[in-house]
C-alpha cells in the first residue's frame, strides 16, 4: 500500500516556524515529484511548493523567501520549513506525489493533510 503522512502542523504566532514532514510508506518517495498544497475554507486549494524528481523547485509566490522545501532521502521523507508565518499562511497543507519526473498539474497521491494556525 501506498501512503502519505503529513505532521508537523499546529498553532504558532505570526512571525513564527514550523517545520512539516510528509513521510511515504510503500514506495521510495525519491522516484516521485512531491507537492505541497494548502486549502482554506472557501477557498480553492493553491499549490504552495513542488520539487521534482530532477531537484527542480517551485514555490507560491507569496512563499517565496519564507518556505523551502527539500527531500531526506535516507528517511523516505519531503520537508517544508516555514518561517516568518502570517495569519493568511493558516490553512491545511497537503502533500501528494507523483511519479513524473517533472511536477505536475495532477497528482496520484495524497496525504490526508495538517493543520496550520498562525494567531495571536
Known amino acids: 500500500q501506498l501512503q502519505l503522512v503529513e505532521s508537523g502542523g499546529g498553532l504558532v504566532q505570526p512571525g513564527g516556524s514550523l517545520r512539516l514532514s510528509c513521510a511515504a510508506s510503500?514506495?521510495?518517495?525519491?522516484?516521485?515529484?512531491v507537492g505541497w498544497f494548502r486549502q482554506a475554507p472557501g477557498k480553492e486549494p493553491e499549490g504552495v511548493s513542488c520539487?521534482?524528481?530532477?531537484?527542480?523547485?517551485n514555490y507560491l509566490d507569496s512563499v517565496k523567501g519564507r518556505f523551502t522545501i527539500s527531500r531526506d532521502n535516507a528517511k523516505n521523507t519531503v520537508y517544508l520549513q516555514m518561517n516568518s508565518l502570517k495569519p493568511e499562511d493558516t490553512d491545511v497543507y497537503y502533500c501528494?506525489?507523483?511519479?513524473?519526473?517533472?511536477?505536475?498539474?495532477?497528482?496520484?497521491?495524497w496525504g490526508q493533510g495538517t493543520q496550520v494556525t498562525v494567531s495571536s
Open positions: 501528494a506525489a507523483d511519479p513524473s519526473y517533472v511536477c505536475p498539474e495532477s497528482f496520484i497521491y
Open positions: 520539487i521534482s524528481r530532477g531537484g527542480g523547485i
Open positions: 510503500g514506495f521510495r518517495l525519491d522516484y516521485y515529484a
